[in-house]
């Protein structure tokens, strides 16, 4: 009892009291206001986007200029064509270059250099390696492609996959190592067969969220894949994917152009939403000890 009066009348701890609350007081509120603002953006998106929901968004190409109708089935299964490209250019790239950094991130400075580039990737706007894939391949070849799109996507999904599956690797535990080299095992097959399928759940989440991270962009296809009114499997020649549709749609003057633009935004949310609910599901997977 003398211990708590004490410290009800030490003005030292009061003071500390009274910032801690007004800390609470202020984080709740931020956490409440960016809340209202996610809630009102998905339910301002649901009205609009379910609105636009029917058979002919997905049997339908994008519609010409003052016509009605149209849907965005070459839209989404351009979008398809590219992202799974680009995911299955990432992947190995990433989960390899993983397990480098994993295995030898501490023995030589290559990795260390390997590292730094793949922080410096993490944070590059979308747009700076739209126009590095530009200047590469379409001034190149002279003209758009999915191609190119593909590739763009792929440079920043290769870093995402990097991270998560240098990470991952870390967390497995010495003594499996340990065990596996008493048992005379090579590196590369500890690393591969051991260290990797032990944290494998880890991995495929890093892939499914470098997806959604790549699913959604508009800046790297403006300069890289551009877009198409018609339907087309040609990976190399321009082609129509969903975050370019929207983009446009969004701002033209046409009613049903609008309206398949909240559509398409529609189907881009709740695809990067399933697939990191996927992942989240993943990762709850606990790494064995």
Do not use: C
């Not at 709740?28 to 649901?46: F, N, P, Q």
């Not at 023995?107 to 922080?119: C, L, Q």
């Amino acid at each position: 009892m003398k211990h708590a009066s004490t410290q009800a009348i030490n003005p030292v701890y009061r003071k500390r009291l009274l910032t801690h609350r007004i800390g609470i007081a202020l984080s709740v509120a931020a956490m409440s206001v960016g809340l209202l603002v996610l809630a009102w953006i998905l339910v301002t998106l649901a009205i609009k986007g379910f609105g636009a929901l029917s058979m002919n968004l997905f049997t339908q190409t994008t519609p010409a200029p003052g016509s009605e109708g149209g849907g965005l089935i070459n839209a989404i299964v351009g979008s398809l064509m590219i992202v799974g490209l680009a995911t299955a250019i990432s992947t190995p790239i990433g989960i390899l270059a993983g397990i480098y950094l994993a295995e030898y991130g501490e023995e030589n400075k290559v990795a260390a250099v390997t590292r730094f580039v793949t922080d410096i990737m993490l944070s590059a706007p979308s747009i700076v390696i739209g126009m590095f894939v530009w200047a590469m391949y379409v001034a190149t070849a002279k003209h758009y492609s999915g191609y190119a799109g593909s590739v763009a996507l792929a440079l920043i999904a290769v870093p995402v996959v990097v991270r998560t599956t240098d990470n991952m690797l870390r967390l497995v535990p010495n003594s499996l190592l340990e065990a596996a080299f008493a048992l005379g095992a090579p590196r590369w097959k500890v690393a591969m067969m051991v260290r990797l399928r032990a944290v494998k759940a880890g991995v495929i989440t890093g892939v499914l969220l470098a997806v959604a991270r790549i699913s959604g962009e508009t800046a790297p296809l403006l300069f890289t894949a551009l877009n198409n009114q018609f339907f087309s499997a040609d990976m190399n020649a321009p082609m129509a994917n969903l975050p370019v549709v929207i983009y446009s749609y969004a701002m033209s003057p046409y009613d049903n152009w609008r309206e398949l633009a909240w559509g398409g935004a529609l189907l881009v949310t709740f695809s990067v939403l399933a697939l990191n609910i996927i992942s989240r599901t993943l990762f709850s997977q606990k790494v064995p000890n």
